[in-house]
């Protein structure tokens, strides 16, 4: 089993940046194993999100509420995904997760509240 964390959430004002971190950890043939790690994101009453992520097939993809704001990378070793998010606006106000996951498994983090206010 993969575990995953999530840090780097808080408030910020609108026009503000914030930068997520995802880390996933685990037994090493867990870990090696993942071949998807995405961010998503949760607004109270509402349904789950896409935000950005990679795909089993390598390709980065991005939401289109996102697109030209959000950035998605990930580190060499493929277990720790980053979401570079500028030009921030109260709509993005939510809980941001990030989903892991192989051909095995699938686990989600805690999650990391984001608010945009002024």
């Known amino acids: 089993q993969v575990q995953v964390a999530e840090s780097g959430g808080g408030l910020v004002q609108p026009g503000g940046s914030l930068r997520l971190s995802c880390a996933a950890s685990?037994?090493?043939?867990?870990?090696?194993?993942?071949?998807?790690m995405a961010w998503y994101r949760q607004e109270p009453g509402k349904h789950r999100e896409f935000v950005a992520g990679?795909?089993?097939?390598?390709?980065?993809r991005v939401a289109d509420s996102v697109k030209g704001r959000f950035a998605v990378s990930r580190d060499n070793t493929k277990s720790t995904l980053h979401l570079q998010m500028n030009d921030l606006k109260a709509e993005d106000t939510a809980v941001y997760y990030c989903?892991?996951?192989?051909?095995?498994?699938?686990?989600w983090g805690q999650g990391t509240q984001v608010t945009i206010s002024s």
């Open positions: 989903n892991v996951a192989s051909p095995y498994d699938s686990s």
């Open positions: 685990g037994n090493f043939r867990a870990v090696n194993s993942i071949n998807t």
């Open positions: 990679f795909g089993r097939d390598g390709r980065m």
